[in-house]
């Protein structure tokens, strides 16, 4: 199958090719993210959201990746497998299409601060993707992820964690819980990605269940 081939059958299932990396002659990585506008209507139809069984998000992942992964002729990889576990940060940055932002989580060409990698397929055999743009930050003129965050969490040389919960629990971040983190809101990428600010919520309340 050829590169577009892969990223329309990925469309299919409101998946999207993420980027592509070679770590090996005759081998290749997919990595697939949230296909956007729509994977948000997609998720919570399927039975995986309704259930009521623990981590709904990752098990639609894996049973859809690894379908894909099936009809693809490869084997499917994700980020909860191990330990030790597949370096997605790396394999993302060796894609090219994903780079450090100011703020330090990476950016993706496509979906800014967005970026979600819900998976990845291995393929034995070389695929060519088509060419790559460069660090959108670096024409980024104003950068408003640097001042975005209410509480400067992300301003220091590391992600201040404890300041980000204690402005999550307080009633002056009930919009970031409700919308998203400021600081990837306020990336231009972001903002025409179409990712709903429900699915947001859905990440923030894993990451803070207060």
């Not at 932002?101 to 601060?113: K, T, W």
């Not at 970031?176 to 400021?182: D, F, V």
Request: hydrophobic share 35%; glycine share 10%; with cysteine.
């Amino acid at each position: 199958m050829t590169y577009a081939q892969l990223e329309t059958t990925a469309r299919d299932v409101q998946l999207d090719v993420f980027g592509l990396l070679h770590p090996a002659a005759g081998e290749t990585v997919l990595l697939l993210g949230p296909h956007e506008p729509g994977f948000w209507a997609v998720f919570t139809a399927s039975p995986e959201y309704s259930d009521g069984a623990p981590d709904p998000l990752d098990r639609w992942s894996k049973r859809v990746i690894g379908q894909l992964a099936l009809d693809w002729g490869g084997q499917a990889v994700f980020p909860s497998d191990g330990p030790p576990y597949p370096p997605f940060i790396t394999w993302a940055v060796a894609s090219g299409r994903s780079w450090p932002s100011p703020v330090g989580m990476l950016v993706h060409d496509r979906a800014g601060l967005m970026g979600s990698y819900r998976g990845a397929v291995t393929l034995r055999r070389h695929v060519q993707p088509p060419p790559t743009t460069g660090a959108p930050c670096d024409t980024c003129q104003t950068q408003p992820c640097r001042s975005a965050c209410p509480v400067n969490a992300l301003t220091g040389a590391q992600y201040d964690v404890a300041r980000c919960k204690g402005h999550l629990s307080s009633p002056a971040g009930a919009e970031c819980l409700s919308q998203g983190c400021a600081a990837r809101r306020a990336c231009p990428l972001s903002a025409s990605y179409g990712r709903l600010a429900a699915q947001s919520a859905f990440h923030m309340k894993a990451f803070h269940p207060k």
